[in-house]
C-alpha cells in the first residue's frame, strides 16, 4: 500500500518535472501536455491501487478483531455479554471509551506534572531551597 503511494507521488512528480524541462528546454507542447497527461494517469492508477490494497487490509483487520473478540473482552477482565443486543451496546461504551482516552491522558499527564511541581516545591520550601 506505501508502496503504491510512493509510486503515484512518483509518477505526479516525474510527469510534472517532465513537463518543466520539455516546457523550457523545447516548445513541443504535444509532448509536454502527453507527458502530463501521462503522469497524472499513472499518479491515479497507483493512487487507486494503494486504496484498494487499503481496503482488504482493513477487511483482514475487522475480520481478525471480530473472529477474537471474546478472548479480547476475557483479556479486558470484560465479562462476555450473552445477546446481540448486550454486545452492541458493550462496543459502543468501549468505543466511547477509546474516544475519550486521549483527553483523559493529556489532562492526567499534565495534573501528574502539576502534582510534581508542587511536590519539588514543597521539598524545596522544607529544605530551605529558593520556592
Known amino acids: 500500500m506505501r508502496g503504491m503511494l510512493n509510486l503515484s507521488l512518483v509518477a505526479l512528480y516525474l510527469g510534472g518535472l517532465a513537463t518543466v524541462a520539455l516546457g523550457l528546454a523545447a516548445s ?4 509536454v501536455i502527453v507527458s502530463v497527461v501521462v503522469g497524472v494517469l499513472l499518479a491515479n492508477f497507483f493512487y487507486r491501487a494503494a486504496i484498494v490494497q487499503a481496503t482488504e487490509l482493513a477487511r483482514n483487520i475487522w475480520v481478525g478483531f471480530d473472529l477474537y473478540r471474546f478472548e479480547i473482552m476475557r483479556q479486558m477482565n470484560v465479562e462476555v ?3 446481540l443486543q448486550e454486545e452492541r451496546a ?5 468505543s466511547q471509551r477509546l474516544r475519550n482516552l486521549e483527553p483523559l491522558s493529556a ?3 499534565s495534573a501528574d506534572d502539576t502534582a510534581e511541581g508542587v511536590a519539588n516545591a514543597e521539598v524545596r520550601a522544607t529544605a530551605g531551597g529558593p520556592g
Open 28 to 31: 513541443q507542447w504535444q509532448t
Open 107 to 109: 489532562t492526567a499527564s
Open 90 to 94: 458493550l462496543w459502543q461504551d468501549l
Open 81 to 83: 455479554p450473552t445477546d
